[in-house]
């Protein structure tokens, strides 16, 4: 086939597609036998898409008369889809490792955030710093996630409270959107705490009747894209009718519903999550039996995050209870103060050592399924044609390294 391309991948010695028929997400069956080829070889078109997938002599006799900016010899290798990060706090000013000290002595999450530690003692710095500060700490965390294999990344606010720090926030966010070579999904999360000297009453008040609407102004103008809203829906936080009031608004603005939810206490957020639509909730260590047959009636991701878990020393998620009901299961690292990690080979050798998920399920769960909790599995989460040429390429001749945690 004759004409430019972009690249040339060769002769891997397995190619992991993930999914190989237009599947938007996979079930625990679909995950069992994840569809790889053998000796494959695949294309990238000038635009960046996806071109040909198939055996090395096919593609070799396909392509012969083709002009390539780049090939790369991948003889002995595995190529994989991109990673998806689908949950992460990376924008943020004020370093908390003095907590780790509180928390191996006993103290809970919610003791610490009581205290004026946790969010607000992050919100105090990120309101401090310039948002060329927050630009060049935020731009180092996403190069960093982008070396551990994450080419498409889920992206919060939330460290501000106010509306003047959660648009510095999204500004930058949206900085690195045009001028970083890594896919970002935005999300507003000002609902991320309540605000000092409010309740959640009035701080849900403030969100819907200003930052909402100056968002949707900000989007018309072209000058901020948000994707996604995301509120902490937590005992002690904002309850659930503050919750349901604040996502219901973001949606009708046209914001996707992604947000956190059931992890220190029972809150029905995946009932409620259900009922509004929502694309993903976020957490879920305790979550109910209703909550997990409800989202997987709704096709509503549950993004797990054994990173959380691990450090905060919770209940596990329930992977396999929820694989087992039916539920759409993702994996994020919560890259945030509080969870340092910017890896997803790490976070599914978590998932697959603390929430007993096979190999096969984590990969699934942080590709294609975690392209689905953003919304975006049309273009990202396998290889397949038409799709984004996001790839990891591993010095292993099959994909099982990064079970162990790590890329070659």
């Not at 049309?378 to 790590?406: A, F, Y």
Request: proline residues 2%.
């Amino acid at each position: 086939m004759a004409g430019e391309y972009r690249l040339l991948l060769e002769n891997a010695r397995q190619l992991v597609l993930v999914c190989g028929r237009g599947e938007k997400y996979l079930l625990r069956a679909g995950m069992a036998s994840l569809a790889v080829l053998q000796n494959a070889s695949l294309v990238v078109g000038q635009d960046g898409y996806i071109k040909a997938v198939g055996q090395a002599d096919v593609i070799r006799n396909q392509f012969s008369g083709a002009t390539f900016e780049r090939k790369i010899d991948c003889t002995g290798k595995c190529i994989l889809p991109g990673l998806v990060d689908a949950h992460t706090h990376p924008v943020w000013a004020g370093d908390r490792v003095h907590e780790f000290a509180m928390k191996l002595a006993g103290a809970s999450y919610m003791e610490i955030h009581q205290a004026g530690g946790g969010i607000h003692f992050t919100v105090e710095h990120t309101r401090k710093a310039t948002e060329e500060e927050l630009f060049n700490t935020f731009k180092h965390r996403l190069e960093r996630m982008r070396r551990a294999g994450s080419t498409l990344v889920e992206c919060k606010s939330g460290y501000g409270l106010n509306l003047e720090t959660e648009l510095k926030m999204l500004r930058v966010i949206e900085r690195a959107k045009q001028s970083m070579d890594i896919g970002i999904s935005s999300t507003y999360c000002g609902a991320h705490s309540v605000p000092k000297g409010k309740t959640a009453t009035e701080a849900a008040d403030d969100i819907i009747h200003n930052h909402l609407p100056k968002l949707k102004e900000l989007k018309l103008s072209g000058e901020i894209h948000v994707n996604n809203i995301d509120v902490f829906c937590e005992k002690g936080v904002f309850d659930l009718d503050s919750t349901r009031r604040i996502l219901q608004a973001g949606k009708d603005t046209g914001l996707q519903i992604n947000f956190h939810g059931d992890e220190l206490h029972p809150m029905k957020s995946a009932e409620l999550g259900a009922e509004l639509g929502a694309q993903a909730i976020s957490h879920l260590e305790e979550v109910s039996d209703e909550g997990i047959a409800a989202i997987a009636r709704a096709k509503c991701a549950a993004v797990l995050l054994p990173t959380t878990a691990y450090m905060l020393r919770l209940k596990q998620p329930q992977a396999g209870k929820m694989l087992n009901e039916g539920v759409i299961v993702a994996l994020g690292s919560d890259f945030n103060p509080n969870a340092y990690c910017f890896s997803m080979p790490m976070v599914m050798h978590l998932a697959c050592v603390n929430m007993k998920m096979s190999m096969n399920e984590a990969l699934a769960a942080a590709t294609i399924n975690a392209a689905y909790a953003l919304g975006k599995s049309d273009t990202h989460g396998s290889i397949e044609i038409g799709k984004q040429g996001d790839l990891v390429i591993i010095n292993s001749s099959r994909c099982e390294p990064i079970g162990l945690g790590k890329l070659h």
